[in-house]
């Protein structure tokens, strides 16, 4: 199963997967877990830089600090689970199957 989660910053991420039994205190994978990726902030906007590299405009980001995850079960993320349309990254070979 492959999941996209959405929190507030990576410290609760790895709080969140280890309370789940997805990783252990060192930040292992457990059994069930295949895959964590942490993306963390996505950009929505690019930033726009002159040819000195200076920046022009400020890039934007989406909200929240995001991760993928790829379990052999299924997991219930609650809330943290989110259904993103425009997807920033993906598993190669596998299709988002939930």
Same mark, same amino acid.
């Given at each position: 199963? &492959? ?5 507030? #910053?990576?410290?609760?991420? &790895?709080?969140?997967?280890?309370? $789940? ?19 963390? $902030?996505?950009? #929505?906007?690019? /930033?726009?830089? !002159? ?10 980001? $989406?909200? /929240? ?16 689970? &989110? ?13 988002? &199957? !939930?």
């Amino acid at each position: 199963m &492959i999941y996209k989660l959405k929190y507030t #910053d990576k410290a609760e991420a &790895i709080t969140h997967l280890q309370e $789940l039994g997805l990783i252990d205190e060192d930040e292992q994978y457990t059994a069930i877990t295949e895959a964590v990726v942490y993306i963390g $902030l996505i950009v #929505d906007q690019q /930033g726009e830089y !002159n040819d000195q590299g200076e920046e022009i405009t400020a890039p934007t980001y $989406l909200d /929240g600090y995001h991760v993928d995850v790829m379990t052999n079960t299924t997991v219930n993320f609650g809330s943290k689970e &989110i259904f993103p349309t425009n997807e920033r990254h993906k598993f190669a070979g596998y299709e988002q &199957i !939930n």
